[in-house]
């Protein structure tokens, strides 16, 4: 578990109540800062796991648990700070996160862990996040740019969804030989 990609990940475990709690605080700087790092190390998490030899089935749940909690704790903050603004989009939101909890869900009941397939969607629309965090801190908020992001999350759960549909068994991480025997 000490691996560099795990430490980074377990940061990300760690940040998200903080991110939670600056954002509940109204430090909407710090909140942003907190949160922006968080997207980095997850950006690079999996790389360095790649590239050091270290990809692993724990590292793969790790990361499902940061994402998750980075979600949630970002999309609080981001309501916090803008939900004046953002009447026109909550149902888009509840929809993401509907979405969001069906695909962790259904994998849940079906394999007993939470999706960590990192499909393109998924990652497409994990970069357009970042990408409108960075906006929202620096150039303020657009209605049109969380639409889309919360368009593609959605299209990224519905995508996650089928995948475990068509599963008959979870899949092992790149890299990582397949257990014989229960994990």
């Known amino acids: 578990m000490g691996s560099i990609a795990n430490l980074l990940t377990i940061y990300r475990i760690a940040a998200a109540p903080v991110v939670a709690g600056l954002a509940l605080a109204g430090a909407r700087d710090a909140f942003f800062i907190v ?25 793969a749940r790790l990361d499902t648990i940061a994402d998750g909690l980075t979600t949630l704790a970002g999309l609080l903050g981001i309501y916090i700070f803008h ?3 953002m009447s026109g989009e909550v149902l888009w939101l509840y929809a ?8 962790g869900l259904a994998c849940l009941v079906k394999f007993g862990v939470l999706p ?7 990652k ?36 996650s969804l089928v995948r475990t549909f068509q599963l008959k068994q979870f899949p092992t991480p790149i890299g990582i030989e397949p257990q014989i025997g229960p994990s």
């Open 35 to 59: 949160l922006i790092i968080s997207l980095f190390t997850d950006a690079i998490d999996g790389p360095i796991a790649r590239w050091t030899g270290t990809v692993s089935r724990l590292g």
């Open 116 to 122: 960590s397939y990192h499909l393109p969607l998924s």
């Open 83 to 85: 939900h004046h603004a």
């Open 124 to 159: 497409i629309g994990a970069v357009l996040a970042g990408a409108f965090v960075i906006w929202l801190a620096i150039f303020g908020y657009s209605p049109a740019f969380l639409i889309g992001v919360l368009v593609v999350g959605i299209l990224g759960n519905f995508n």
């Open 96 to 103: 993401f996160l509907a979405s969001y909890g069906a695909a």
